[in-house]
């Protein structure tokens, strides 16, 4: 992110004036989305802003100066939203571009694009006259945990430490499903003001993220009843038993990865930082913990089971449930 960029979650009502343009730059819908509601609400309230909105792969040149040039009688001001401002083409990008030259004090524009090409003048224009908000996705589960604060502190609520622990385990790395994930919580916590590992277990327990990281941590913990709890949820939930195969090889593959570098004398916090990245970073932990549970030659003979069940369930007639029990219950005994 630039210098002259503001992260979008950042940005809040006291950010808002009318007659000042913005673009939204990224690929992230929840955080442009979240910023038109801002833009929205806000000039609603201070200026009876009416809302319009057009798409850059559909408006045309002489269409979109009409939409810049001309205001209702009926409203006193306009917010302007361009989605998918990327696939302007040059008369349209030429025509949004000459706006700045004389934009309105009455007028706020929107203009949310994947990307730009400041080579060209046109969007070199836009940007300098525009405040830019970045709508980047997460890429690290603190910027989850940031937004999460940001969220709780809004709903006029606080959430446990443990509790923040297993919603950033259960969630996946994205805005839109933790955001919808924290609505359930919410309403499941009622009018507490706390928000409990019991309420986050019994909301997001269930929930595709939250099943994996149950199995993760049972067979971690070489505890054969979670395990199969686990496994059938899955096939409750529909997944695919290849799916769920393909899970055991991933545990054990970086089980027995973590296992050759602590051999090699490698600290857990080197293990984690540098050398896990095919693990969500909030999982990197619980991997390293679970890996002196399992020796290295007991590893080879798991690694046979696995190869011996892949054929199994590739030849013959049994159910998925009794070879996937069976397997489970070999390799905890390995």
């Not at 890429?139 to 446990?160: C, F, H, P, V």
């Not at 050398?275 to 290295?296: G, I, Q, T, W």
Request: hydrophobic share 40%.
């Amino acid at each position: 992110m630039n210098e002259s960029e503001l992260f979008a979650l950042d940005f809040n009502a006291s950010q808002v004036r009318l007659g000042a343009s913005y673009l939204l730059l990224g690929t992230d819908n929840y955080l442009a989305d979240r910023v038109i509601d801002v833009l929205r609400s806000t000039l609603r309230k201070k200026a009876a802003a009416d809302t319009l909105i057009v798409y850059g792969n559909e408006v045309k040149s002489s269409e979109l100066s009409e939409h810049l040039d001309t205001f209702s009688i009926f409203s006193e001001a306009k917010l302007i939203v361009i989605r998918n401002a990327e696939s302007m083409d040059k008369k349209v990008l030429e025509a949004l571009s000459a706006y700045f030259e004389s934009p309105s004090e009455i007028q706020s524009l929107a203009i949310v694009a994947e990307k730009t090409d400041m080579r060209l003048k046109t969007w070199k224009t836009i940007s300098t006259s525009s405040l830019v908000l970045n709508c980047d996705p997460p890429r690290y589960g603190a910027a989850i945990k940031n937004w999460l604060q940001k969220s709780l502190g809004q709903m006029g609520k606080t959430m446990l430490p443990k509790a923040q622990d297993e919603f950033m385990n259960r969630i996946e790395l994205d805005y839109y499903h933790a955001a919808n994930e924290l609505t359930k919580l919410d309403i499941l916590s009622g009018t507490a003001r706390v928000i409990t590992e019991a309420d986050v277990m019994k909301s997001l327990g269930t929930t595709r993220a939250g099943t994996l990281i149950d199995l993760y941590r049972a067979l971690g913990r070489r505890q054969l009843k979670p395990c199969l709890e686990a496994i059938y949820r899955m096939f409750y939930a529909d997944w695919e038993p290849l799916q769920i195969f393909f899970q055991f090889n991933k545990f054990f593959t970086t089980i027995w990865k973590i296992n050759l570098l602590r051999q090699k004398h490698i600290s857990p916090q080197e293990i984690m930082s540098k050398h896990l990245h095919e693990v969500f970073a909030n999982h990197r932990k619980d991997f390293v913990e679970f890996a002196p549970n399992y020796s290295l030659g007991s590893l080879e003979k798991i690694f046979y089971i696995l190869l011996e069940t892949d054929s199994q369930y590739k030849l013959s007639a049994a159910e998925s449930s009794v070879l996937f029990t069976n397997c489970l219950i070999r390799i905890l005994q390995a």
